[in-house]
């Protein structure tokens, strides 16, 4: 299991063009399209993740096998996967972040 954390889901502040447009000029690669997407374990700690958004996240929904929040040794594809939820990335956005 992999677990975030910050005390937020995603960006510090979100891009307004986020919900109007389905962009994000912060990190242009953020899941606008798929916030519909997020559980209330997403945006709890603890909760195990499984969609990480942000600058240098992976910025979609990992795939775990049975639904869980955690893998087992059934996962399919297992180091994709690991990679996928590890992948946390930083609540600032890029442009914030030094080189």
């Given at each position: 299991m992999?677990?975030?954390?910050?005390h937020?889901?995603?960006?510090?502040?979100?891009?307004p063009?986020?919900?109007?447009?389905?962009?994000?000029?912060?990190?242009?690669d953020?899941?606008?399209?798929?916030l519909?997407?997020?559980?209330?374990?997403?945006?709890?700690?603890?909760?195990?993740?499984?969609?990480a958004?942000?600058?240098?996240?992976?910025?979609?929904?990992?795939?775990?096998?049975?639904?869980?929040?955690?893998?087992?040794?059934?996962?399919?594809n297992?180091?994709?996967?690991?990679?996928?939820?590890?992948?946390?990335?930083?609540?600032?956005?890029?442009?914030?972040?030094?080189?």
């Amino acid at each position: 299991m992999v677990i975030d954390g910050d005390h937020t889901w995603g960006l510090v502040t979100r891009d307004p063009k986020c919900d109007q447009n389905g962009t994000c000029d912060e990190v242009p690669d953020y899941p606008c399209d798929l916030l519909d997407q997020l559980t209330t374990c997403d945006r709890t700690i603890g909760a195990g993740n499984v969609f990480a958004a942000g600058a240098y996240a992976s910025n979609t929904p990992c795939k775990i096998a049975g639904g869980r929040r955690y893998l087992t040794k059934e996962q399919p594809n297992l180091a994709e996967t690991f990679a996928c939820v590890a992948k946390l990335g930083s609540a600032v956005p890029t442009s914030w972040a030094k080189p």
